[in-house]
């Protein structure tokens, strides 16, 4: 019999369906079990994606080596979901499964093998363990293992020691070893408002697939989320709440854990290798009703799902980008089509073209008006930067935020400043003859750090020494220019030399300990001036805030993106309702250079339909999504000239085979170096209507380049929303 198998492997070119023949039955092979083949000189696992197929290949098949396991590796929605998104993003079958792998690619035991299944493995004193019971050396060191290590999974006990289940069974069987009971000590539900019970009713009012459960900041979702949760665990289903970083997941995960025991899962990009086995393993072994996630979490191998929560789904970390070649939100809505599960977006400021969809009645929609015990929203002061710079105020804080922080502190009550640019500086530049001085591996300058006394590139992480002459023209008139969360931090402790500031950023925040110790720290009060990045702009609660400044609201406007209105506006909302969210009112100084900017001042006032209203003009004025499908299409490879080249014969390919259809196309854009990578790229506005064929020419074209250039230059294909 022969079948079809996906090989693990990272060549792209070799990334594709192969046939083996197996001796094995039928009853013996399952779709998405893992075996073991031969691939050239090596012994690779693979992915069986087919069973009893013809041999086409036109060569004698070689023969599987074994199964790593008896009975299915991957679910069969996830093996589906894997086929579809090698269809829609034009990558390789192992490609697509390698999102949905556990770590290392799906290496090593899995499963608490034999009839005895269980969750943990308990102390040992609680059994009384005696020496001289009649143990062999391998029993010795699983006991010696569980001694040290204290519950562990009875497939954790096998990948450590490397040995066969029947020591672990033979404990088990004596009594020496065995189950730890599970305790449920869980919160009640909390009542629903008035405003959460009529949307809590809304949502059964029919069988929806989508919905968007579109709230003001403070309205009380995440309660909702757990509500629905709970109603589907009740039935016996699974729950995934999906976050967009890991910023978002300590308070939610303790609600949840609080809500729901041990039965929870949290995964996020922290956890190390083997903490995210043993989640992966938990939830396999369906010993887990609900994960909390970031964004790998769509593909958390649960079956029997019942809903699926995407949280700030606004958010620009769910859409592609270098090292996530998919969109977390479409994903989600393929898996929640495949197996029929409920899919919940919730935000305070939806996507535009998502808002698009809910009011013309595609999906459904839910809205939360007012925050929790009528909370009012906090109040916003526009200060116009080019007026503090006109009385002589060179600072980064204007003469308002710095009142403002001053009476916030005297009341004993928290602070935020908000500031998207990280490091001291945002670049280093010769006032003699301009050069800044770029990364050597990226086309882009590098950003000063006064704790390192060093250049760091945001991009490749690489540093360099901060130099004292400038390497293009001598000049000593070298000096740091623009202002990071390093240099406000600074500021701020110079400035409330009483105050406890600390810093939230990717360079504070680079372990996961740190993250949550800061976040336990600002709960207890034991920070006052909390200093951050859009990480601290989203999903944080904390009821004695009552002063957000946000120092510098035009950093977005700017980007050459058709969302930069949608993401300023978005940015500055969330950042606004960290402010106020307990029982006293909130404050927030909007510090700007563009205060006329639409964006800005419909943030400052808190109204997002007004601001959806004026950019679904714009959007509809130049024909970007929603009513114009957006394609992107970047070549990139380490050789400049042969990316520009190809780049050029993909668009005469493409262009020459959509010659019948109304498609409008930019000039070919170079993109800065990164981590000594070259990119161009174009893009494509096509009607809806012409999409499909579209697909299939792109297809084509790109399958013949990936011939061509043979892996050494690969192709991303975007789909914009």
């Not at 950042?575 to 250079?593: H, N």
């Amino acid at each position: 019999m022969y079948i079809d198998v996906c090989v693990q492997q990272n060549f792209i070119g070799f990334d594709q369906v192969y046939t083996y023949s197996t001796k094995l039955g039928r009853n013996d092979l399952f779709l998405g079990q893992r075996v073991k083949v031969p691939f050239g000189k090596k012994i690779l696992m693979g992915i069986i994606l087919a069973i009893d197929v013809e041999n086409t290949s036109g060569f004698e098949a070689k023969e599987i080596l074994g199964t790593f396991e008896d009975q299915v590796f991957l679910p069969r929605d996830l093996m589906v979901l894997a086929e579809k998104m090698s269809e829609k993003y034009f990558i390789g079958p192992f490609t697509s499964l390698a999102y949905i792998l556990p770590p290392s690619n799906g290496q090593g035991i899995f499963y608490d093998q034999g009839e005895f299944k269980v969750e943990n493995l308990p102390d040992l004193n609680r059994y009384g363990y005696l020496e001289g019971q009649g143990k062999n050396p391998s029993q010795e060191k699983v006991l010696n293992l569980l001694k040290s290590q204290g519950p562990l999974l009875k497939s954790e006990i096998l990948d450590r020691l490397d040995i066969s289940a029947s020591p672990v069974q033979t404990l088990i069987k004596n009594g020496v070893i065995g189950p730890v009971k599970e305790e449920k000590t869980c919160q009640p539900p909390q009542v629903l408002t008035p405003d959460q019970e009529r949307a809590y009713q809304e949502f059964y009012q029919d069988q929806s697939l989508e919905t968007l459960l579109f709230g003001v900041t403070g309205s009380g979702k995440t309660e909702l989320y757990l509500h629905w949760a709970q109603d589907c665990i009740e039935r016996g289903q699974k729950v995934l709440i999906i976050l967009p970083e890991i910023a978002l997941t300590p308070q939610m995960v303790e609600r949840v854990q609080a809500r729901f025991g041990s039965r929870t899962s949290v995964m996020h990009s922290k956890l190390t290798d083997s903490q995210r086995k043993l989640e992966w393993t938990r939830m396999r072994n369906g010993q887990v009703d609900i994960l909390v996630g970031a964004r790998s979490g769509i593909f958390a191998p649960m079956e029997n799902l019942g809903l699926i929560i995407l949280d700030e789904e606004q958010e620009a970390s769910y859409q592609y980008h270098q090292s996530l070649r998919y969109d977390v939100r479409e994903v989600a809505k393929m898996r929640s089509e495949i197996t029929g599960t409920r899919l919940v977006y919730g935000s305070a400021t939806p996507e535009v073209s998502l808002f698009y969809r809910a009011k013309k009645g595609d999906i459904k929609l839910i809205q939360l008006k007012n925050r929790i015990m009528d909370r009012p929203l906090a109040r916003v002061h526009l200060v116009d930067m080019r007026e503090e710079l006109s009385t002589g105020n060179l600072s980064i804080l204007s003469n308002v935020l710095h009142q403002k922080i001053q009476n916030t502190l005297s009341r004993g009550k928290q602070v935020i400043l908000f500031l998207n640019r990280r490091g001291y500086s945002n670049f280093i530049s010769c006032r003699h003859c301009g050069t800044a001085i770029r990364c050597d591996s990226c086309d882009i300058s590098m950003n000063y750090h006064k704790t390192i006394h060093r250049l760091r590139c945001h991009y490749c992480g690489s540093t360099k020494p901060l130099p004292k002459t400038c390497p293009v023209c001598g000049s000593k008139l070298i000096k740091p220019f623009g202002v990071g969360t390093q240099q406000v931090e600074e500021l701020v402790k110079n400035l409330f030399p009483q105050a406890k500031v600390h810093r939230m950023d990717r360079d504070t925040t680079n372990k996961k300990e740190t993250y949550f110790s800061l976040y336990e720290d600002m709960k207890n009060r034991k920070i006052d001036i909390l200093i951050g990045t859009q990480m601290l702009a989203k999903g944080l609660d904390f009821e004695h805030v009552t002063l957000v400044g946000i120092l510098a609201a035009d950093t977005s406007l700017f980007i050459s993106d058709y969302k930069a209105q949608e993401q300023c506006y978005s940015l500055l909302t969330q950042v606004s309702g960290r402010s106020g969210r307990g029982k006293d009112p909130g404050e927030v100084v909007l510090q700007t250079y563009n205060p006329d900017n639409y964006a800005i001042k419909t943030a400052c006032q808190g109204d997002y339909q007004d601001f959806y209203d004026m950019e679904i003009k714009q959007r509809q004025a130049y024909d970007y999504p929603p009513f114009k499908k957006l394609i992107s299409i970047q070549l990139t490879g380490p050789d400049k000239e042969e990316v520009y080249e190809a780049t050029r014969n993909f668009y005469r390919d493409l262009t020459g085979a959509t010659r019948t259809l109304h498609l409008v196309g930019t000039k070919i854009i170079e993109n800065p170096k990164i981590k000594n990578k070259y990119t161009f790229k174009f893009q494509l506005k096509s009607n809806k209507a012409d999409l499909a064929l579209l697909r299939d020419s792109l297809e084509w074209v790109f399958k013949k380049h990936m011939k061509e250039n043979k892996g050494k230059i690969y192709i991303d294909i975007i789909f914009e929303r």
